[in-house]
């Protein structure tokens, strides 16, 4: 089955430790994306990638990092940099149908800085 | 810049109708979109509208005014599995696909 998968589901971190989140991808999709979100709020788009070897900021670049090395693959890592990294992170991707605006979600990483 | 409102809690009954409003702000619009996401899971996508008018599928219809700029989702027919967040996404000016969320309605329904 097509889909996209994220490990761990579950993260803690200490302070001052950057963890790295994975994503995967076997859907053959071009474009990644990966998101945050807090409690009760809406996705905010950290960094994108349309293709190998590109990424773009988005809007809440500051203390993260990415890599994408491979189609399938779009790992992020926080760094101690993100003061407050607490949150429910989504990984995204898309064909790039621009008729549908659709993006496909993998499970989630739920990061707890203890 | 590019911003979204939309309601951020409603209540309906099973086999109700609901009506979830969306307003944007956008330097440029390419479509508005829908994504559902139950407690603790994954956005899915629901319902695209890059022009005017209502696009239906199965129990959901999405609406599109964009002299308005404004949209709805109507879900019809409600069931108990249908508690939860809506949210309403444009694409974002620039960046390939990139989607502005705006900060979802939890629905809830009630037997």
């Known amino acids: 089955d097509g889909g996209i998968t994220q490990s761990p589901k579950y993260l803690f971190r200490k302070e001052g430790q950057n963890v790295t989140l994975s994503c995967e991808q076997n859907?053959?999709?071009?474009?990644m994306y990966w998101y945050r979100q807090d409690p009760g709020q809406g996705l905010r788009l950290i960094y994108y990638?349309?293709?190998?070897?590109?990424?773009q900021k988005g809007d809440i670049a500051e203390g993260y990092s990415v890599s994408r090395e491979k189609k399938e693959s779009f790992p992020l890592t926080v760094t101690s940099a993100q003061k407050n990294p607490t949150a429910f992170y989504l990984c995204?991707?898309?064909?790039?149908?621009?008729?549908?605006?659709?993006?496909?979600f993998g499970p989630g990483t739920r990061l707890t800085v203890l | 810049g590019q911003s979204l409102e939309q309601p951020s809690e409603v209540t309906a009954v099973e086999g109700a109708i609901v009506q979830i409003n969306c307003t944007y702000q956008?330097?440029?619009?390419?479509?508005l979109s829908w994504y559902q996401q139950h407690d603790g899971g994954a956005p899915t996508f629901l319902s695209y509208?890059?022009?005017?008018g209502l696009e239906e599928t199965g129990r959901f219809s999405s609406f599109l005014s964009r002299s308005d700029s404004y949209g709805y989702l109507l879900l019809q027919e409600l069931q108990m599995k249908d508690s939860a967040s809506y949210f309403c996404?444009?694409?974002?000016?620039?960046?390939?696909?990139?989607?502005?969320f705006g900060a979802g309605t939890r629905l809830a329904v009630h037997p």
């Open positions: 995204a991707s898309t064909i790039g149908d621009r008729k549908r605006n659709e993006q496909f």
């Open positions: 990638s349309q293709i190998v070897n590109d990424f």
């Open positions: 996404a444009v694409r974002g000016s620039g960046g390939y696909n990139k989607l502005i």
């Open positions: 859907l053959n999709h071009d474009a």
């Open positions: 956008t330097s440029g619009f390419y479509g």
């Open positions: 509208n890059a022009l005017d």
